[in-house]
């Protein structure tokens, strides 16, 4: 039971250091232009699926504080947000990632319960995170940003659906194939080098 529990501590240590150099360096974030693709919901999903849901809204809570920590002058988007509603941009970057790694995490064990390939469910797991870190942060932007001006300058006058496609587009799908190639593999591995299939 002790050695479980110590085993629980060093996967969340050593993910929770992982988000937290990958957020304060180029391996978290591929800037595109204004925009940033993050890749940090890779380790969120890796620690929601082998070591569980509440791990994965601890996780989701180190990444959001960190979002929301660049949003103070490492990121232009993030900081013009910041200025506008300060309490909206907490909201889009903090409450969204703990719902986003424990939600990963929960359908990641109700797969795994009728996955027999004791595969797909990994992959799923992993794709669900970049997902739905992906439809929560749009979802608090329209939220509380839509009506301002910065937002409705960027949308150019195309309509929620509009600025949706050009918010998202090619940079969620690839967060989405990458997050479920990598966060997929990595704990495929990870769970089988640790006998837990």
């Known amino acids: 039971m002790r050695s479980k529990k110590t085993l629980t501590m060093v996967q969340v240590g050593i993910l929770t250091a992982i988000v937290l150099v990958m957020s304060f360096t180029p391996l978290g974030y591929l800037h595109i232009g204004p925009f940033s693709m993050s890749l940090l919901s890779i380790p969120v999903v890796i620690g929601a699926m082998l070591v569980g849901p509440e791990a994965g809204a601890l996780l989701g809570l180190v990444f959001g504080l960190t979002s929301f920590a660049q949003c103070f002058g490492a990121d232009p988007f ?11 941009t907490f909201f889009m970057c903090v409450p969204t990632r703990m719902l986003m790694g424990y939600l990963a995490g929960m359908i990641f064990k109700g797969l ?3 996955d027999k390939t004791r595969t797909v469910c990994y992959f799923v797991g992993g794709i669900s995170g970049a997902v739905l870190n992906t439809v929560f942060f749009m979802g608090a932007m329209l939220l509380f940003f839509w009506t301002s001006d910065y937002i409705q300058g960027m949308s150019g006058g195309a309509g929620i659906f ?14 989405a194939l990458i997050c479920c190639a990598a966060g997929g593999a990595i704990s495929k591995a990870v769970s089988k080098a640790l006998k837990r299939e």
């Open 162 to 175: 509009g600025f949706l496609v050009t918010m998202v587009g090619l940079q969620g799908v690839l967060e």
């Open 112 to 114: 795994r319960k009728v």
């Open 78 to 88: 993030g900081a013009t947000l910041l200025n506008i509603n300060p309490f909206g």
